[in-house]
């Protein structure tokens, strides 16, 4: 237990750039601790102890531990409420909801270390392994394109950052890494708009103290 927010995380751990951006847009001070992800560091007892499933992020809170980083944003948002996550309007909340699950739950576990470590290690080869990777990446980014085509504005929905935002831009960021597509105009210019913000400038992977 502790008073302060530490936040357990790896550079390019895309769940915990999510929080990272979180954090900083909620003005919310944290120390940061790092585990080397290819390292496997994640599974070293002392971290299981508080995440059992061995994953990043984890967010060490005064009233005890917190996993999964949609959870734990929503813990953020909870405690500092300003400036929102989600949208009042209960459809246009929903919406968020969704596109922001269709990035964490249905692009992001499949191309992660762990899957593509298991593919591997059923006899697939390195290019099979990372076209798999860059072809959910593909897929996933064509539907979230798609979900916001009628979006207007700088941000995923509207004029306000939300969750969706939070979720959006690590994972562009996961696809320049496997080489998959990032060339959806909408897609890009929402990049543009939130790396222009310092909440995300300050959590991209390349300004962490663990970054290599």
Not at 38 to 46: D, K, L, N, S, W
Not at 119 to 131: C, H, K, N, Q, S
Request: with cysteine; proline share 7%.
């Amino acid at each position: 237990m502790t008073d302060a927010l530490v936040l357990h995380g790896y550079f390019r751990s895309s769940a915990s750039y999510r929080v990272r951006i979180a954090l900083n847009l909620k003005g919310i001070v944290y120390t940061d601790a790092f585990h080397h992800l290819r390292r496997g560091e994640q599974r070293a007892p002392a971290f299981l102890a508080l995440n059992p499933q061995g994953l990043l992020p984890a967010l060490e809170t005064p009233h005890g531990v917190l996993t999964q980083s949609l959870a734990i944003c929503d813990y953020l948002d909870a405690i500092v409420p300003t400036p929102p996550l989600l949208p009042a309007d209960p459809f246009r909340r929903a919406q968020v909801r969704a596109f922001a699950l269709a990035i964490a739950c249905d692009i992001h576990p499949l191309q992660n270390l762990t899957v593509l470590a298991r593919l591997r290690a059923a006899g697939l080869g390195e290019d099979l392994v990372t076209g798999w990777a860059r072809d959910i990446i593909d897929s996933g980014l064509a539907a979230c394109a798609t979900l916001i085509a009628d979006s207007d504005g700088p941000y995923c929905f509207g004029a306000e950052v939300t969750l969706a935002d939070l979720c959006l831009i690590p994972q562009m960021a996961n696809a320049r890494r496997f080489g998959a597509r990032t060339d959806w105009p909408r897609l890009e210019a929402i990049e543009a708009a939130c790396h222009a913000l310092p909440a995300f400038d300050a959590a991209s992977p390349e300004r962490q103290a663990d970054a290599e």
